[in-house]
């Protein structure tokens, strides 16, 4: 018989590991709301419709399909299925697909609840997403994303609060963070001085790539897409830039004179540092020219945060998008929104031992459990405790102690309270810190206070 598994990419989590998950979500989640973010949610799966051809052609392969309900061959004849051409057998078996991420499904939502939601829209939504990808380190098939987006207001103000949502967030999960940060304007500014505004998205695609594979291999890949090598040679001084974000801004203004949207990204972006020095932001944030976010719907500012002391890929990621819903029917409507990768951010925490000791799961005292008198002692005491909000366990048999306190042992329990004749007679129960292996008896009162 062969023995259980779970698909490549995927994940078990243990209750302790929950524990650790539910820590990261709950952190985030309270800073959401401190800044007037509210919850939703979206199906797994939306319509194909929906999902193809919003995410560039590497995201239309990498797209999960659902086959359809019943016969999904029926429509199919013959001679498609001997053609064998995949793409369009899809098509004709498949009508849903698992969502890629949570961005695309917020923009259907906000045009099919147009009129019921007020805008500037702030929402944040913790959902799993997938995506048919080649598992590695890092990287999962099914993973968690936490998107926080407003829509409908073009303010900078928004790009603020989403930094100072990121500053808050790691500050309270005790990471080392650097925020990268560019504006798509400045990219379009440069593909225009160059004369390859065509070439937009091959120039990004690749320049978004230098810190995996250098200059070099960089500038190979635009030569590859056909960039000329006078183009390439009048990009380089850009991706060289050093100094501090005011210093790479000043060249910039110079670089891009001739080009009147690459002006407005530095404008931008002159804005939003601005903005981070009046409201003195903790976390570095510098401007990085190379980055590019491969997503093509982006028009502003885009960000990405890394971590300082592991070595991983982005842990939070976003930026600002003009007309996403437009793609829907609904133009106009701009928004800005970032995405904290929980699965990266859960193996950071684990790197670097940073959980809380104690999780608000925990079962914080555990009833050792003698006989039925004892047992019908203990059962009063534990819903009392837990009517107090107190994590109470009561061992559901008689069993050696030995036994019950390595239960109690495995599962990370603090205190054990035990109960004999003494105990009864007393009107107390014996409490064992399992840390110390101090005992004491004590009245529920005294419980409470520990």
């Known amino acids: ?16 590991e929950m524990a650790n998950r539910n820590y990261i979500f709950n ?6 709301r401190l800044y007037g973010f509210q919850q939703i949610e979206t199906p797994s799966m939306e319509n194909l419709s929906t999902l193809m051809g919003k995410y560039g052609e590497e ?5 999960f399909k659902i086959l359809n309900s019943g016969d ?7 001679k498609e299925l001997n053609d064998k051409n995949s793409t369009k057998l899809t098509n004709k078996i498949s009508e849903k697909g698992l969502r890629y991420d949570l961005t695309v ?16 829209f702030k929402r944040y939504q913790i959902q799993p997403v997938w995506r048919a990808d080649r598992p590695q380190k890092g990287r ?10 407003v829509v409908g207001s073009n303010s900078l103000l928004n790009e603020l609060e989403l930094i100072q949502i990121v500053d808050e967030v790691y500050r309270r999960l005790k990471i080392n963070v650097v925020m990268k940060i560019n504006n798509r304007k400045i990219l379009s500014g440069i593909a225009e001085i160059v004369g390859e505004t065509e070439r937009i998205t091959d120039i990004t695609v690749a320049i978004d790539k230098m810190d995996k594979i250098g200059l070099e291999n960089v500038n190979k890949e635009m030569a590859e897409k056909g960039i000329s090598a006078d183009n390439i040679a009048k990009i380089q001084p850009i991706l060289k830039l050093s100094g501090t974000n005011q210093e790479k801004l000043d060249a910039l203004k110079i670089i891009l004179a001739g080009s009147e949207i690459g002006l407005k990204g530095v404008e ?17 944030v510098e401007l990085d020219l190379t980055l590019a976010r491969g997503l093509n719907y982006y028009t502003g500012a885009i960000f990405e945060v890394k971590a300082q002391d592991v070595q991983i890929g982005s842990i939070t990621g976003g930026g600002r998008y003009d007309n996403l819903t437009g793609v829907f029917g609904m133009e106009g409507v701009s928004g800005v929104g970032i995405s904290f990768g929980a699965d990266r951010i859960y193996d950071v925490l684990n790197q670097l031992e940073l959980y809380p000791e104690t999780s608000a799961e925990q079962t914080q005292i555990l009833f050792v459990s003698f006989g039925e008198k004892e047992l019908a002692y203990c059962l009063p005491w534990a819903n009392e405790l837990r009517s107090r909000g107190i994590n109470v366990e009561i061992y559901p048999e008689p069993a050696k102690m030995k036994k019950q306190m390595s239960y109690a042992d495995s599962k990370g329990i603090p205190f054990v309270a035990i109960v004999g004749e003494t105990e009864m007679l007393a009107n107390k129960v014996m409490l064992k810190d399992m840390k110390t292996g101090e005992q004491k008896l004590v009245t529920i009162e005294e419980i409470e206070a520990y």
């Open 268 to 284: 931008e972006l002159e804005t939003i540092f601005n903005l981070c020095e009046s409201v003195k932001i903790k976390t570095v």
């Open 59 to 63: 995201g239309d392969k990498l797209l």
């Open 105 to 120: 499904p917020f923009a259907r939502f906000v045009v099919q609840h147009r009129n019921e939601i007020s805008f500037p």
């Open 72 to 78: 999904f061959l029926s429509g199919v004849d013959d």
């Open 140 to 149: 999962y098939r099914e993973f968690y994303q936490c998107d926080v987006d």
């Open 27 to 32: 952190t985030i989640k309270d800073v959401f």
């Open 1 to 16: 018989m062969q023995s259980p598994s779970i698909p490549k990419g995927t994940r078990d989590f243990t209750p302790r």
